[in-house]
């Protein structure tokens, strides 16, 4: 009689972002319309946030997604795994893996059921697990939560208090409209 071993399903649990971290850690986001990330980024920094938006996503970027993620994601979300996955390996030479755990969390849209876009965490959690980044951590922000015991650390509830005004948003855009992003 053969034995036969079963691996169950685990969610992904990331490590939790906490309050004390918010001047410490830069919350990543990116694939979105460049405008909707700029408007994104000075929300989040005018209230106290670090925000950091990917880099410009290349053929590069496409290839490592499809490379170390699963087959059945759409191109854009190719792209942004790639992206990612890419972004972060960079990082990780220069400071290495555990500081890049530590500095950074990914911010990523998404919503439940088996349809791709409740999907794509999934995604991006194989390719950093394909990658040799299992321990990074990445939040999933629905249309009425965040997800994955995302912790104290960002608070979307509208209570926060802005730090600066909304002109930094204005200040981004003029800033972006000289590089073309």
């Known amino acids: 009689m053969a034995t036969v071993t079963t691996d169950h399903y685990r969610a992904y649990t990331p490590r939790p972002f906490t309050r004390a971290e918010r001047d410490s850690v830069t919350i990543l986001f990116g694939g979105l319309h460049w405008r909707i990330e700029r408007v994104l980024q000075a929300v989040l920094e005018s209230c106290g946030y670090r925000a950091q938006i990917l880099p410009v996503a290349t053929k590069d970027d496409l290839l490592t997604g499809r ?49 791709r876009f409740g999907q794509y965490h999934a995604s991006y959690e194989l390719a950093l697990r394909n990658s040799g980044l299992e321990r990074f951590r990445m939040f999933l922000m629905a249309q009425d939560n965040l997800d994955q015991n995302m912790g104290d650390g960002l608070d979307l509830s509208g209570r926060a208090r802005p730090r600066r005004s909304f ?9 972006s409209s000289a590089t073309g992003r």
């Open 67 to 115: 490379e170390t993620a699963d087959i059945g994601q759409c191109c854009p979300t190719s792209f942004t795994t790639g992206n990612l996955v890419n972004f972060l390996k960079k990082e990780s030479k220069q400071v290495g893996v555990e500081a890049v755990n530590e500095k950074y969390v990914y911010l990523t849209a998404g919503s439940c059921g088996a349809c």
């Open 167 to 175: 002109r930094s948003a204005s200040s981004i855009s003029t800033r």
